[in-house]
Structure formats: structure tokens, C-alpha cells
């Protein structure tokens, strides 16, 4: 039986990038339908949506109730929302599939068991800056994959630093599918709230709730675009900014798992993330006291790898 997969594509101020990544899912015979969420770009990014709706039928084109901006991760809830296939793929406006972008998945979701399949992307880089500034601010492989193939709860803590072998890096929305049933019977959905990062905290907390596999994890299924708009390669890694995002996301894994029996060292892990960034943002005496008393309630504080931002 042929995969009936949606694509979600939230569109914002990708009037140069949509069109590629729309025709690179059309031209994959799993999916079923492209969901296009306009999060009313400043471009004319509306207006091509519009020209795609009309010359696809498989492209179904939403904008939010007001006609405003919510961010990536309400748009993407809006697409869960609405989606009719059995499947869902995520994809960036800016990045887009290759050819064997659900080859694993044809054979992996041949078992029940399995909730979702994650793979490996790689990096294109579209402008020269763009390069320079993930270079420069993000310096990861231009292949973002996991170093070993896992499944079940070795991915959830894999991505947390948790297993005997280093997991490695993160994988994205772009290369993860899932069963709608599965996120459907979780009520699992982003948190609006977070403006960056809301695609980690999904991952983090779908790989708890959700049995996820490894797929192809060697060779990319789906390109990441680099330019000159990437938010996320403009914030300086440790700067106030980067560790204000950074509390904000280990924040909402935090009030998340105060909801869950999770094992303690997983339960400290991300109490002791929260906190260090949430004191690297004081300054002054309030934030010696703050953390001299985190100090006392737990010194491992001071073995995490953001120790050195306390003091600054």
C-alpha cells in the first residue's frame, strides 16, 4: 500500500526558496498533499503560495484566523490541524527533498511498533554570508545526522547526552516523519512560545512519548538552505541573546517533564541546563547569590559546560 504523507511547510519571508521546496516534495509519489502555512511574510511569499495552490493540486494553502504572524511553531500546529494524510513530513520554505527523502520510511513503517523515522540532512549554502555565519556561529558537519543507527528510548536519551556512545548531532523536522495517529493519540503539538528551538523541544519530547527509529543516516534525504535571513546563524553562541533562547528551551523541557516520571539523571540534567542559563541572564549581586544558592542546592551546577558564563 502506497504512504499517504502531508507536508507541513510553514512559509515566512521565502518568496526566492518556496517554489523549490514545494516541487521537490510534489515530485516524491508518497506524498499525498503539501500544507503551505503563510505566517504573513513581508515578502511576496504570499502571493507565490497562491500561484502554487492554484497550479497543484496536491498544494492546500492556510494562513492563521487573523492574518497574522504567529512564528514557525504555531504554523506548523495549524498544519497539524489540518493534514488528512496518514503520515506527516515537516519541511523548511528555504530547504527541500531529494529523491530518496522516504526511502526508509517504505520499509521501516511496515512495523506497528514504529511511531516515526528520523534521517540525516545535508547543507547547501545559497549566499556567501550565509555560509560565513554558519560557519562562524554554528560550525557543525554540513551533514547533520546521528553517529550510530538507535531506536526506542536510546534516541530521547541519545539526544540528551544519555547513552554510553556519543549519539552525536541533532537531526531536524526536515528528515523526521511520523504516524498522525501517534502524535494524534499524544496530543503532542509545538509550543508557540518558543520563537527559536521549538523544533528541538518537539524532537526531544516526541523521541520520550513516540517509538522513533534511525533511518538513512549516512547520506542526506533533504538539503538545508544557508542565506543571508537564517535566524538562527545570526546568534552568537553564548552571547545574552543565545542564553536567553537557550533558557527559554530548556525551560519549557523542564515545566515538561515536572508532568512526567522521568529517571532522575534525566530529570536533573535538564533542571541543571535550565538553571545555568537561566543565571548566566542575571547580573550584579543577584546573580552571585543566585548562584551561590544553586550551588548549595546542587553542585553539579558548576560541572556543567556553561559554568564559565556564571561569572561574566
Same mark, same amino acid.
Given at each position: 500500500m502506497k504512504m499517504k504523507i502531508s507536508v507541513i511547510i510553514p512559509v515566512y519571508n521565502a518568496e526566492k526558496y518556496v517554489s523549490k521546496a514545494v516541487e521537490s516534495a510534489l515530485q516524491l509519489d508518497e506524498v499525498y498533499e503539501v500544507i503551505l502555512i503563510e505566517d504573513r511574510s513581508p515578502d511576496n511569499a504570499l502571493q507565490v503560495c497562491q500561484e502554487l495552490a492554484q497550479k497543484y493540486d496536491r498544494v492546500k494553502l492556510f494562513q492563521h484566523p487573523d492574518h497574522g504572524n504567529h512564528g514557525a511553531g504555531a504554523s506548523r500546529n495549524l498544519g497539524l490541524n489540518k493534514v488528512t494524510g496518514d503520515f506527516i513530513a515537516? $519541511?523548511?520554505? @528555504? @530547504?527541500?527533498?531529494?529523491?530518496?527523502?522516504?526511502?526508509a520510511e517504505k520499509e521501516l513503517f511496515k512495523d506497528p511498533k514504529i511511531d516515526g523515522v528520523?534521517?540525516?540532512? !545535508?547543507?547547501?549554502?545559497?549566499?556567501?554570508? !550565509?555560509?560565513?555565519?554558519?560557519? /562562524?556561529?554554528?560550525? @557543525? #558537519?554540513? $551533514?547533520?545526522?546521528?553517529?550510530?543507527?538507535?531506536?526506542g528510548k536510546e534516541v530521547f536519551r541519545g539526544l540528551l547526552g544519555f547513552t554510553s556512545k556519543v549519539f552525536g548531532s541533532f537531526f531536524t523536522l526536515d528528515a523526521l516523519t511520523v504516524r498522525r495517529h501517534s502524535l494524534e493519540s499524544k496530543k503532542l503539538r509545538f509550543n508557540e512560545a518558543l520563537r527559536l528551538h521549538q523544533d528541538s523541544d518537539f524532537i526531544i519530547k516526541l523521541s520520550y512519548l513516540?517509538?522513533?527509529? #534511525?533511518g538513512i543516516i549516512d $547520506?542526506?534525504?533533504?538539503? =538545508? !538552505?544557508?542565506?543571508? @535571513?537564517? =535566524?538562527?546563524?545570526?546568534?552568537?553562541?553564548? /552571547?545574552?541573546?543565545?542564553?536567553? =533562547?537557550?533558557?527559554?528551551?530548556?525551560? /519549557?523541557l523542564y515545566e515538561w517533564a515536572n508532568t512526567l516520571s522521568l529517571e532522575t539523571d534525566i530529570t536533573q540534567h535538564i533542571y541543571l541546563q535550565k538553571k545555568a542559563f537561566e543565571l548566566s541572564g542575571k547580573k550584579g549581586i543577584s546573580k552571585k547569590i543566585g548562584l551561590l544558592a544553586a550551588i548549595l542546592k546542587n553542585p553539579n551546577i558548576l560541572r556543567t559546560k556553561y559554568r564559565f558564563t556564571y561569572f561574566h
Amino acid at each position: 500500500m502506497k504512504m499517504k504523507i502531508s507536508v507541513i511547510i510553514p512559509v515566512y519571508n521565502a518568496e526566492k526558496y518556496v517554489s523549490k521546496a514545494v516541487e521537490s516534495a510534489l515530485q516524491l509519489d508518497e506524498v499525498y498533499e503539501v500544507i503551505l502555512i503563510e505566517d504573513r511574510s513581508p515578502d511576496n511569499a504570499l502571493q507565490v503560495c497562491q500561484e502554487l495552490a492554484q497550479k497543484y493540486d496536491r498544494v492546500k494553502l492556510f494562513q492563521h484566523p487573523d492574518h497574522g504572524n504567529h512564528g514557525a511553531g504555531a504554523s506548523r500546529n495549524l498544519g497539524l490541524n489540518k493534514v488528512t494524510g496518514d503520515f506527516i513530513a515537516f $519541511l523548511d520554505a @528555504d @530547504d527541500y527533498f531529494l529523491p530518496n527523502r522516504f526511502t526508509a520510511e517504505k520499509e521501516l513503517f511496515k512495523d506497528p511498533k514504529i511511531d516515526g523515522v528520523f534521517n540525516a540532512i !545535508g547543507t547547501e549554502y545559497l549566499t556567501e554570508k !550565509g555560509k560565513e555565519e554558519f560557519m /562562524s556561529n554554528i560550525n @557543525d #558537519s554540513e $551533514l547533520l545526522t546521528v553517529n550510530y543507527a538507535a531506536e526506542g528510548k536510546e534516541v530521547f536519551r541519545g539526544l540528551l547526552g544519555f547513552t554510553s556512545k556519543v549519539f552525536g548531532s541533532f537531526f531536524t523536522l526536515d528528515a523526521l516523519t511520523v504516524r498522525r495517529h501517534s502524535l494524534e493519540s499524544k496530543k503532542l503539538r509545538f509550543n508557540e512560545a518558543l520563537r527559536l528551538h521549538q523544533d528541538s523541544d518537539f524532537i526531544i519530547k516526541l523521541s520520550y512519548l513516540c517509538h522513533l527509529r #534511525s533511518g538513512i543516516i549516512d $547520506l542526506p534525504v533533504a538539503m =538545508r !538552505g544557508m542565506h543571508d @535571513d537564517n =535566524r538562527i546563524t545570526k546568534i552568537i553562541k553564548y /552571547s545574552p541573546q543565545y542564553n536567553q =533562547r537557550q533558557f527559554l528551551f530548556w525551560n /519549557s523541557l523542564y515545566e515538561w517533564a515536572n508532568t512526567l516520571s522521568l529517571e532522575t539523571d534525566i530529570t536533573q540534567h535538564i533542571y541543571l541546563q535550565k538553571k545555568a542559563f537561566e543565571l548566566s541572564g542575571k547580573k550584579g549581586i543577584s546573580k552571585k547569590i543566585g548562584l551561590l544558592a544553586a550551588i548549595l542546592k546542587n553542585p553539579n551546577i558548576l560541572r556543567t559546560k556553561y559554568r564559565f558564563t556564571y561569572f561574566h
